[in-house]
């Protein structure tokens, strides 16, 4: 079976219909904990947070996905910085972990994985329609082992963090504002969809499983490029994490 | 009313929405700077590279890629080189492909290498997809993309809320017309690239003529292969096109050129593995007429080559032809002849010979293969046919 | 194995509940089989095969298929033949895998007989990479059966996933039958 896991538009596909959930539901708890998430996260005290994967898009009239490197380097930034920020509020001493060659294919290895896992999950454990009772009942995912990366900089714990967004172009708002129009005389609002930013957070703990995951998705009204437009979304997320003892 | 209120909006969004430029001038002008949708097309595709180098797919043959990398420095002076080093990969896949990306690196699938003859129509395809890389055709081609996509998204939102199905028959015939001129490379960049292309063969002193039958070989395949658009440098213009244009070329260009260089034997020696080794993918493909013609073709250069009558024999076995199986026999016969110690012939007669009932034989050629072969994946087969031959069960 | 993806965004976009939960015996009449599937494990409404996971089909999957012998093949013009040997018809599905254009890298770890459910057939054992970068592992048994072929697969990602579930597949395996022999 071959998945591209990285298929981008996949990815906004699915948070599209996630934001659906978002918005319509009755404010749900958008994390997921492990089943032994109190125990577990207790005895961590330095995670590592590898470096965040964000992608950023410049959504043009016609829906075509521009990537633009300007803007991820921007974007994985702020996501980083802020992500940072937040959770210094919590008994953690956080290092942000700087891959090298000798470790390299071992984090693609996982991150790839990662990747197939934090689909999984948005899929079968918030989507209504995909839930899969057994994983919202008992929330475990695992990435696989990860002593060695532990060991290499003498951490406890990993934080994966990604993001994506999509910024609409002059064009494409316009686009926006003539389908209201045109809408007004004709009664049916055709309008491009708007730019989705979303971003997930998980907390892996030394047996490669997820003790807690996390996900904020808003459509058009978010910006990673600006930093405290993304710091107020990271907050939000990562104000959801559970309070624990030291 | 509506329809006239529509068509007063309609040029004011799509002035709105603009068109981004595809004039670009080509990077042999000089002075290049990729521009921001440029950088971002590069940034994407060093991850896809970085995917493509870590999936297993390319070929290693570190001689094959030197040959294949002097031969496109042959193409350019070296001011182009300095501002774009290219850099030519090979994939394992049997389809007669090749692709750049936009910072240089060229991938040549040992499809398309297993198919040529000689170095001319290696310069015919190397000097073509090097012209999508100076003269910016991805990034062309990708704003081309954007503007027509837009295009279709205003037609879409001022035509879509009208009833009797005009919004629908646009958003057909739109999609269909965006889409039908951007599926690869637009025509008119294909063209260029062949005309430019010409250039860069004639100038290094290749034989044009064998740009002709590079596409000539690509039509074969085509027809081969049953594919109803080409697959190979876009779907547009079609491959008999494109001969006629290059047939045009060459009519037209009246300058002789001092030199006319093929250059198959250095090819052919440089290819000779990667060559054999695609004949194996076309093997596992069943495409056992190409990979019957490139065996034999292999086996009049190089008659004693075990390997080429083993791969006669599999393709006898596995295209159960009349007669094949008489075939089969003979070609693993001469292949052990020619090699006593290569395992594989022997295990093929084995099966054979147990199919055929003849126990006696089948034996002796698996244990022959099993002596030979050491440590190998199928070995609990084999044994397993050995307990039936003892046994005396039918397979 | 583009199939996957497909399946994946048509389950997605499907109205009605496209998962199951499934345990215990189940049995396939029209496709003239039974076996005993794990418990809590969800199972696809959409597929024409039976498909089952756990986690999520990027993860891993188990399921069975009955094609008809005269089945065109995707990424080969090999073709199976009625009284085949295992080891052919097993080399047949395989050159249709690593024929596949977007399947790299496949090696093909193991290749022996196998008994499914008391016929005689082929296992083989192989790993692949994807372009996405994740790596795959995967165990295939067949038998052909008179007209037609049955294949029991697991596909599972190579790191953490494929070792955890093989005792599942394997008691999945082991309880395979043939209702009514051809």
Redesign the interface.
């Given at each position: 079976m071959i998945i591209n896991t990285k298929t981008s538009q996949a990815f906004a596909f699915l948070l599209v219909s996630l934001l659906s959930i978002f918005m319509f539901a009755c404010a749900p708890k958008t994390y997921r904990t492990h089943p032994e998430f109190e125990q577990r996260v207790s005895k961590i005290t330095n995670p590592g947070m590898l470096p965040s994967d964000v992608r950023v898009y410049e959504l043009t009239a016609g829906g075509v996905q521009d990537l633009r490197d300007d803007w991820c380097k921007i974007g994985k930034e702020n996501v980083q910085k802020a992500v940072y920020e937040a959770l210094k509020q919590r008994p953690f001493k956080i290092e942000q972990l700087v891959v090298d060659k000798e470790i390299e294919e071992e984090i693609e290895d996982i991150q790839a994985l990662y990747r197939a896992v934090s689909l999984s999950i948005q899929l079968h454990t918030y989507n209504p329609q995909f839930l899969f009772p057994e994983k919202v009942n008992h929330f475990v995912y695992s990435v696989g082992p990860v002593d060695k990366i532990l060991k290499k900089y003498g951490a406890d714990a990993i934080i994966f963090v990604y993001g994506f967004d999509e910024i609409s172009t002059g064009g494409r708002k316009a686009l926006q504002v003539a389908g209201i129009i045109v809408g007004a005389f004709t009664g049916v609002v055709v309008g491009p969809r708007a730019g989705i930013t979303a971003v997930s957070v998980a907390l892996v703990d030394s047996s490669g499983e997820i003790l807690w995951y996390n996900l904020k998705a808003s459509a058009g009204g978010k910006d990673l490029r600006d930093f405290d437009s993304c710091a107020s979304m990271i907050n939000d997320m990562i104000g959801e994490f559970p309070s624990t003892k030291k | 009313m509506?329809l006239k209120?529509?068509l007063l909006?309609l040029p004011?969004?799509l002035f709105?929405?603009?068109c981004a430029s595809t004039d670009l001038k080509p990077i042999t002008t000089g002075n290049f700077a990729p521009e921001?949708?440029e950088?971002?097309?590069?940034?994407?595709v060093e991850?896809e590279q970085k995917?493509?180098n870590?999936?297993?797919?390319l070929y290693t043959d570190k001689e094959l890629e030197e040959y294949l990398n002097e031969t496109a420095r042959k193409l350019y002076p070296n001011s182009v080189l300095a501002q774009i080093p290219f850099n030519i990969h090979v994939i394992?896949?049997?389809?007669f492909n090749a692709f750049a990306y936009p910072n240089g690196h060229i991938y040549v699938h040992t499809g398309v290498l297993a198919c040529m003859e000689n170095e001319a129509q290696l310069a015919t395809l190397l000097a073509h997809e090097m012209t999508h890389v100076t003269h910016r055709h991805a990034v062309k081609g990708?704003r081309n993309?954007?503007?027509?996509?837009?295009?279709?998204?205003?037609l879409?939102?001022?035509f879509?809320?009208?009833g009797g199905g005009v919004?629908d028959l646009v958003s057909l015939l739109g999609t269909f017309g965006a889409l039908a001129s951007v599926y690869g490379y637009s025509r008119e960049l294909e063209t260029e690239a062949d005309i430019e292309g010409f250039k860069l063969i004639k100038e290094a002193g290749y034989d044009t003529l064998e740009s002709v039958k590079f596409f000539e070989l690509l039509k074969r395949d085509i027809e081969e292969e049953e594919i109803k658009q080409a697959f190979f440098f876009g779907t547009h213009p079609r491959v008999q096109e494109r001969i006629e244009n290059y047939e045009d070329l060459i009519k037209s260009d009246n300058r002789k050129s001092a030199k006319s260089i093929i250059n198959a034997e250095q090819f052919l020696a440089k290819t000779l593995k990667v060559k054999m080794d695609n004949i194996f993918?076309d093997l596992?493909?069943?495409?056992?007429k190409k990979a019957r013609r490139a065996a034999d073709n292999r086996r009049e250069l190089y008659p004693n080559d075990a390997k080429v009558y083993y791969l006669l024999g599999k393709i006898e076995t596995?295209e159960?032809g009349d007669n094949g199986i008489e075939r089969a026999i003979n070609n693993y016969k001469k292949a052990i002849s020619f090699d006593p110690s290569f395992p594989e012939p022997y295990r093929e007669l084995g099966?054979i010979y147990l199919?055929q009932n003849n126990k006696g034989h089948a034996t002796d050629f698996f244990k022959q293969y099993l002596s030979l072969s050491g440590e190998t994946?199928?070995r609990?087969?084999v044994e397993?046919y050995l307990k039936q031959c003892k046994e005396g069960d039918k397979? | 194995m583009r199939k996957l993806l497909i399946l994946f965004l048509i389950i997605f976009v499907s109205s009605c509940a496209p998962w199951v939960q499934v345990g215990g015996l189940y049995e396939s009449s029209g496709d003239n089989f039974k076996i005993e599937l794990p418990n809590g494990w969800m199972k696809s409404r959409q597929s024409n095969e039976l498909l089952i996971t756990r986690d999520g089909i990027l993860l891993q999957t188990i399921s069975v298929e009955r094609l008809d012998i005269k089945h065109e093949f995707k990424n080969t013009k090999k073709k199976l033949v009625k009284g085949m040997l295992p080891e052919e018809a097993s080399e047949v599905i395989l050159d249709n895998i690593s024929s596949a254009p977007e399947i790299a890298g496949l090696d093909i770890i193991e290749s022996a007989p196998a008994k499914i459910g008391g016929m005689s057939g082929f296992k083989a054992v192989f790993k692949y990479n994807t372009k996405g970068g994740l790596r795959y592992k995967s165990i295939y048994y067949g038998f052909i059966d008179g007209e037609v072929i049955y294949v029991i697969r697991y596909i599972a990602a190579q790191r953490y996933y494929f070792d955890k579930d093989l005792n599942t597949f394997d008691k999945v395996v082991n309880s395979f039958h043939i209702i009514k022999k051809v």
């Open positions: - | 509506k209120i529509i909006i004011i969004i709105q929405i603009g921001t949708d950088r971002g097309i590069w940034y994407q991850e995917a493509l870590r999936s297993g797919v394992k896949n049997r389809q990708f993309l954007k503007n027509k996509s837009a295009v279709l998204a205003t879409q939102v001022t879509g809320g009208l919004g993918l596992k493909a069943g495409r056992f596995q159960r099966l199919k994946n199928d609990a087969y397993e397979p | -």
